[in-house]
């Protein structure tokens, strides 16, 4: 008779904390719930600008707020951290091929900067002018 | 001088006396040069024969020798004592695999994923759908074509991924990153013809879109293949079928 037994390990609640690499990866996956918030009240201000002058200068002023202002700025640092290390990954997505040659991972990375750079300069014109 | 000391815990199942795995404590000299496995190996010899672990050729060729090493997995045989010492060294059975006993675990899931994904050359069919017949010639491969595979052909199909990997630890059902890789492998390869029968296998919820990008798959890695990466492609690749489909169905 046999006498195997094979033991499952069950999957701690809290394994996410129990390896660093594993927790900056729940708070790159969390950005996005910080991020919905930050897209919510931004819909928001559009629906109050649809109605009208009053309603919206509302909304600016509720914006400043310390709990708004907090929340963008904390909104802010997590984009930026999910910005960062997603380009850090994107290498691994792309598949270019240069004279028999994988395209090296640095140039995909800094292309990634390039155009982040080129799109918050254009969205900042486009803002002030 | 004194013998130096390193203490090492080891997390122990004996199927026919325990309910539940155990820790037991081991104090084995030390040397800079011993690796993990070496240590094991004079614990065997010297200390406790009932212990019990998987091993093979010593030189991270062979992938039999994963465990957790304080809660990372690795090689045992590619891991020293030097690297941790004098603190104390945990080693468990690799996560997320069943304990068959202390630090061997069962691999029978991982084994069936890799040959769930037709890991073979699947010839093209000549006009009349037969096989292409070995009289008419071998298969050719440039350089250029054999670089496009020839990270993901690496793998010596340790787990050491699969113990990395929190999606495979969820839901078991995912195909996880060892076997994809080695779909990766097979689809990129230019004589091959099966990538359209293994791109069912990749589009499913338990292919591809099973992973998240956690991406530890590839740090932990003995062997540099970057599995990540080859679940990264495949989804790209999983998309684009996606959307010929949609204007070209079968």
């Keep these: 008779m046999s006498k195997r037994k094979p033991y499952t390990r069950e999957l701690p609640k809290d394994w996410w904390m129990k390896q660093i690499f594993y927790t900056k990866y729940m708070l790159r996956e969390g950005s996005s719930i910080l991020i919905t918030f930050y897209s919510l009240i931004l819909a928001w201000g559009l629906l109050r600008l649809s109605q009208g002058e009053v309603a919206f200068n509302a909304w600016l002023e509720a914006l400043h707020n310390p709990f708004a202002i907090l929340l963008h700025l904390v909104a802010l640092v997590f984009a930026l951290y999910h910005t960062v290390t997603w380009f850090s990954l994107a290498p691994k997505a792309v598949d270019l091929w240069v004279k028999g040659k994988r395209l090296d991972d640095k140039v995909i990375v800094s292309g990634h900067y390039a155009a982040f750079i080129v799109v918050t300069v254009l969205c900042l014109l486009i803002i002030t002018l | ?250």
């Design chain 2, 1 to 250: 001088m004194s013998q130096k000391i390193i203490e090492i815990d080891i997390l122990r199942y004996r199927p026919e006396e325990d309910d539940q795995p155990f820790t037991q404590t081991f104090d084995v000299p030390y040397r800079a040069d011993m690796s993990i496995l070496e240590a094991l190996q004079y614990i065997k010899d010297h200390l406790d024969s009932t212990i019990s672990f998987r091993w093979s050729c010593r030189m991270a060729i062979c992938g039999s020798c994963g465990l957790m090493i304080n809660g990372v997995p690795k090689l045992g045989c590619k891991a020293f004592l030097r690297d941790y010492f004098p603190k104390r060294i945990i080693l468990e059975p690799l996560a997320n695999f069943p304990i068959e006993r202390d630090l061997v675990v069962v691999m029978d899931d991982f084994i069936k994923k890799l040959e769930e994904i037709k890991p073979y050359i699947i010839p093209e069919k000549t006009e009349s759908g037969d096989k292409k017949c070995l009289s008419e010639g071998t298969y050719k491969q440039t350089p250029e074509q054999m670089e496009k595979y020839r990270q993901f052909s690496m793998c010596i199909n340790c787990g050491l991924c699969y113990s990395a990997c929190p999606q495979y630890a969820l839901d078991k059902k995912f195909i996880g990153p060892a076997a994809l890789t080695l779909l990766a492998r097979y689809n990129r390869d230019n004589r091959d013809a099966g990538s359209a029968q293994r791109m069912k296998i990749v589009n499913q919820e338990e292919g591809v879109w099973g992973c998240t990008f956690v991406g530890y798959c590839s740090v932990v890695c003995p062997k540099g293949v970057d599995p990540a990466a080859a679940i990264q492609l495949l989804k790209v690749e999983s998309s684009k079928d996606y959307l010929i489909g949609m204007f070209k169905p079968e």
